[in-house]
């Protein structure tokens, strides 16, 4: 257990629907980062956040948002879904502040659009 | 563009010794990752490198030379839970602390 938490496990929606992912990082990390990775594909880096502010960005659709809330946790927005966006949606949270950073990652949510 | 290539598929005995290569071409470089994942399941933390050499952590090795781009991750004493996909990442600056993603290697280990 990483102590990364996501909800939900598994989401089952139609195109053209919107959905909210939810991320809790580990206790004490500011950096929340989302990641898609679709059937044999690679992990593909969405977006970062630390501390409240968007610090880096990836491959994002412009359907895509996310944000990061106070109280750290973090909320990707994905609307207008696609078939194509089906997919496993990663969470991960690292301190964000040491040379050694390392990213743990959340159980992830499956993500089907039918 | 970052590129970071490694074989999409080995298999490997019980028992046995396997390694699996990493070569990668980042615009810079701030340090190595190697996670595990199995299927379906989140990626874990198995070691990370930022300096020349060999990390060694129980029946995983890692190893990196900056100057060829190349690193490796060495299994010994396979154990069919191994059995999982091998991500190499590369840390690179620009953007704050952003790491990208090999495709993965997946390891079958076969009785």
């Known amino acids: 257990d990483s102590g990364v938490t996501q909800t939900p496990k598994h989401l089952i929606t139609a195109t053209g629907q919107r959905v909210t992912l939810r991320c809790s990082p580990r206790?004490?990390?500011?950096?929340v980062y989302w990641y898609q990775q679709s059937l044999d594909q690679g992990l593909q880096f969405l977006i970062q956040y630390y501390n409240g502010e968007e610090r880096a960005k990836g491959n994002i659709l412009e359907r895509f948002s996310a944000q990061q809330f106070p109280d750290l946790h973090s909320e990707l927005n994905l609307s207008s879904l696609e078939l194509g966006d089906s997919a496993l949606y990663f969470c991960?949270?690292?301190?964000?502040?040491?040379?050694?950073?390392?990213?743990?990652f959340g159980p992830g949510t499956r993500l089907t659009v039918l | 563009g970052q590129n970071i290539d490694q074989p999409t598929e080995m298999t490997a005995t019980e028992g046995a010794i396997v390694q699996i290569n990493c070569t990668y071409q980042t615009s810079g470089f701030n340090g190595l990752f190697w996670y595990q994942q199995h299927a379906g399941e989140a990626p874990t933390f198995l070691s990370y490198?930022?300096?020349?050499g060999l990390e060694e952590k129980g029946r995983f090795s890692s190893f990196l030379s900056r100057s060829k781009g190349y690193s490796y991750l060495l299994l010994k004493e396979l154990q069919m839970k191994d059995s999982a996909s091998y991500l190499c990442a590369v840390r690179v600056p620009g953007g704050y602390q952003k790491v990208t993603f090999g495709i993965g290697t997946k390891l079958q280990v076969i009785p």
């Open positions: 991960a949270s690292s301190t964000g502040l040491a040379a050694t950073d390392t990213q743990y």
């Open positions: 490198n930022v300096l020349d």
């Open positions: 206790s004490g990390d500011l950096s």
